[in-house]
């Protein structure tokens, strides 16, 4: 957006780019940054239409933790799970929780939690198997 004279010609020259690597065969990754950590999340532009599939990360609060959520909220091809789940990158790798069915309201920034803390991925240190 920086290096644009015109941001009004960011996507249209977005939509080129892409367009040109897709031809090519070349996977492209965007990512977004969103203003704001919790609460209501801005991004400066929208490019989701460009997109064949989003990925929505959240952070969420749980039992005094921050911790964060994953969903895929569009996919173009196939068929796709609409859940939200927790994940966690440690040492151990990703790890991808069961679906969070005891939140409401993770996507809005202030989610209330009615479920039991099992639920929820465990943290381990190094030495547990």
Do not use: W
């Amino acid at each position: 957006m920086q290096a644009m004279p015109d941001v009004r010609f960011l996507n249209i020259q977005l939509h080129d780019l892409l367009s040109c690597l897709n031809r090519q065969g070349v996977l492209s990754l965007l990512t977004v940054a969103q203003h704001g950590l919790v609460g209501q999340m801005q991004t400066p532009i929208d490019l989701t239409y460009l997109a064949d599939t989003v990925i929505l990360l959240r952070f969420f609060e749980q039992g005094g933790r921050i911790k964060k959520a994953i969903s895929v909220i569009k996919k173009r091809i196939g068929k796709h799970e609409d859940t939200l789940r927790e994940f966690k990158i440690d040492s151990f790798g990703l790890r991808v929780g069961e679906p969070l069915e005891a939140f409401h309201g993770v996507l809005t920034g202030t989610p209330t939690f009615q479920g039991e803390a099992d639920q929820m991925l465990v943290n381990r240190t190094d030495a547990e198997p």
